[in-house]
């Protein structure tokens, strides 16, 4: 619970929501209270009228952007069907938290809370005279501003129906993930995966707390938690892995030995995040299969539409460079004096890959597009990587896309990729520049 509430009060939308909320309400309580005749022209002498007329007023204003809330709501659900239905389900909650029709919620929260907050003082003003009434100028500029900037953000939710918009916004989290998030907490760690972290037979097993999925391991609290207590940690499970409450997910051994105390077990346990649902904030693996899931849906025989799987190649591509980019190996953090204190189960650079090509050269058929920029993939990959079997499986992919193209009869449909594939193996051996990059070179004027 302290966790939720945490994370609550850090999410900043809803402070901005309170804060425009009290704003609102303080502007219709102020400006209901001006009951003077030289109110200013612009603020009152165009709607001048009783406290009934007045309220009457409000009240269809109310009404009236309520209705129109509630029209553009619906019409962006088509739209966050279609995405779901075309490209992946999962990304609804993509959908959800970076809708542009979310930006306008505030304005109409600030006009809300104005015209509730005004109707409320006025009913507690007794005055029977026809008068000017700025609070309904007011109230008409606020409705207007939010209805404006709701048509200008429905503009901009139909951009998502572009496909180059969903994997430019997946690749974006994806990137968020590794490098605003993940790559930022181990860095104030010492890790050093070549030093495991060896449990005896007798290690006290670390059971989830709840069902669901492992979301994130604070591993900077995890660390403290369990040095504070002389115990060394191992969490057992990726993030990302679904998992039953009481379920195994690690084991803790006491440095004095013997068992481990509940409390202490209880205080491990906090430091993972289990969630009803993956997010991609902390789960790189999930943004992948995002977008391994656009090329798979592309490729299917109901899509059949190659260039859009390529695209979403594309940026798969430039994932992959990014997550070379992580700590590879289990993240062990050690001790001043060498020995690993905690040590958590994370994705190597050929899992990613492994997830990341799979689907699309299964669907491919031996699409020639599709195959060329898997090769893209492979180079990325065995350049990037800076562990020896992670290239190997870059080679080893190389090798597999090459294979299935010189037993195809139709040689001269893959002539570009053969082309393509001479560079990358080129490039492997070391090679700066191939025949066929010196030839092009030839082509060009002095």
């Given at each position: 619970?302290?966790?939720?509430?945490?994370?609550?009060?850090?999410?900043?939308?809803?402070?901005?929501?309170?804060?425009l909320?009290?704003?609102?309400?303080g502007?219709?309580?102020?400006?209901?209270?001006?009951?003077?005749?030289?109110?200013?022209?612009?603020?009152?002498?165009?709607?001048?009228g009783?406290?009934d007329?007045?309220?009457?007023a409000?009240?269809?204003?109310?009404?009236?952007?309520?209705?129109?809330?509630?029209?553009?709501?619906s019409?962006?659900?088509?739209?966050i069907?279609?995405a779901?239905?075309?490209?992946?389900?999962?990304?609804?909650?993509?959908?959800?938290?970076?809708?542009?029709?979310r930006?306008?919620?505030?304005?109409?929260v600030?006009?809300?809370?104005?015209?509730l907050?005004?109707?409320?003082?006025?009913g507690?003003?007794?005055?029977?005279?026809?008068?000017?009434?700025?609070?309904?100028?007011?109230?008409?500029?606020?409705?207007?501003?939010?209805?404006?900037?709701?048509?200008?953000?429905?503009?901009?939710?139909?951009?998502?129906?572009r496909?180059?918009?969903?994997?430019?916004?997946?690749?974006?989290?994806?990137?968020?993930?590794?490098?605003?998030?993940?790559?930022?907490?181990?860095?104030?760690?010492?890790?050093?995966?070549?030093?495991?972290?060896?449990?005896?037979?007798?290690a006290?097993?670390?059971?989830?707390?709840?069902?669901?999925?492992l979301?994130?391991?604070?591993?900077?609290?995890?660390?403290?938690?369990?040095r504070r207590?002389?115990?060394?940690?191992r969490?057992c499970?990726?993030?990302?892995?679904?998992?039953?409450?009481?379920?195994?997910?690690?084991?803790?051994?006491?440095?004095?030995?013997?068992?481990?105390d509940?409390?202490?077990?209880?205080?491990?346990?906090?430091?993972?995040?289990?969630?009803?649902?993956r997010?991609?904030?902390?789960?790189?693996?999930?943004?992948?299969?995002?977008?391994?899931?656009?090329a798979?849906?592309?490729?299917s025989s109901?899509?059949?539409?190659?260039?859009?799987?390529?695209?979403?190649?594309?940026?798969?591509?430039s994932?992959?460079?990014?997550?070379?980019?992580?700590p590879?190996?289990?993240?062990?953090?050690?001790?001043?004096?060498?020995?690993?204190?905690v040590?958590?189960?994370?994705?190597?650079l050929?899992?990613?890959?492994?997830l990341a090509?799979?689907?699309?050269?299964?669907?491919?058929?031996?699409d020639?597009?599709?195959?060329?920029?898997?090769?893209?993939?492979?180079?990325?990959?065995?350049?990037?990587?800076?562990?020896?079997?992670?290239?190997?499986?870059?080679?080893?992919?190389?090798?597999?896309v090459?294979?299935?193209?010189?037993?195809?009869?139709?040689?001269?449909?893959?002539?570009r990729?053969?082309?393509?594939?001479?560079?990358?193996r080129?490039?492997?051996?070391?090679?700066?520049?191939?025949?066929v990059?010196?030839?092009?070179?030839?082509?060009?004027?002095?």
């Open positions: 619970m302290v966790r939720r509430l945490r994370r609550f009060l850090r999410q900043p939308s809803w402070l901005l929501l309170g804060g909320v009290l704003l609102g309400g502007l219709g309580i102020a400006l209901a209270r001006v009951q003077a005749d030289t109110a200013p022209a612009l603020f009152g002498h165009a709607w001048p009783d406290i007329y007045a309220r009457g409000l009240g269809a204003l109310l009404g009236l952007q309520i209705t129109v809330l509630t029209i553009v709501l019409l962006n659900a088509p739209v069907q279609s779901a239905n075309q490209y992946s389900p999962r990304l609804v909650s993509i959908y959800l938290k970076n809708a542009p029709l930006r306008a919620i505030p304005f109409f600030l006009s809300t809370s104005y015209i907050a005004a109707v409320r003082e006025l507690l003003i007794e005055d029977a005279g026809v008068r000017p009434r700025p609070v309904l100028s007011g109230a008409i500029v606020l409705v207007l501003v939010a209805l404006l900037l709701l048509i200008v953000f429905l503009a901009r939710t139909f951009r998502f129906l496909v180059e918009r969903v994997l430019g916004l997946v690749q974006h989290l994806i990137v968020s993930a590794t490098e605003r998030r993940i790559q930022a907490r181990l860095k104030r760690l010492t890790l050093d995966p070549a030093v495991p972290l060896r449990l005896p037979a007798d006290t097993s670390l059971l989830a707390a709840a069902s669901g999925y979301a994130e391991v604070d591993l900077q609290a995890l660390t403290r938690c369990a207590w002389g115990v060394r940690a969490v499970i990726t993030v990302g892995e679904y998992v039953d409450q009481e379920e195994v997910i690690g084991w803790v051994v006491a440095d004095a030995g013997g068992p481990v509940a409390h202490v077990l209880r205080d491990l346990a906090d430091t993972l995040v289990i969630t009803p649902a997010e991609p904030d902390c789960d790189p693996a999930l943004g992948l299969r995002i977008l391994v899931d656009v798979n849906r592309a490729l109901s899509s059949n539409d190659a260039y859009t799987a390529r695209q979403a190649l594309q940026q798969i591509r994932v992959m460079r990014r997550l070379a980019g992580l590879q190996g289990d993240w062990n953090v050690v001790d001043p004096d060498g020995r690993a204190r040590s958590v189960v994370a994705l190597r050929r899992d990613y890959l492994f090509v799979d689907g699309p050269l299964h669907y491919a058929g031996g020639p597009e599709v195959l060329e920029e898997v090769l893209q993939i492979a180079l990325t990959v065995g350049l990037a990587a800076r562990d020896a079997q992670d290239r190997a499986a870059a080679h080893a992919l190389f090798a597999r090459l294979a299935d193209v010189q037993g195809s009869p139709e040689r001269d449909r893959f002539h990729l053969l082309t393509q594939a001479e560079r990358v080129a490039t492997f051996q070391g090679e700066r520049r191939t025949r990059e010196r030839g092009r070179a030839d082509w060009l004027p002095d």
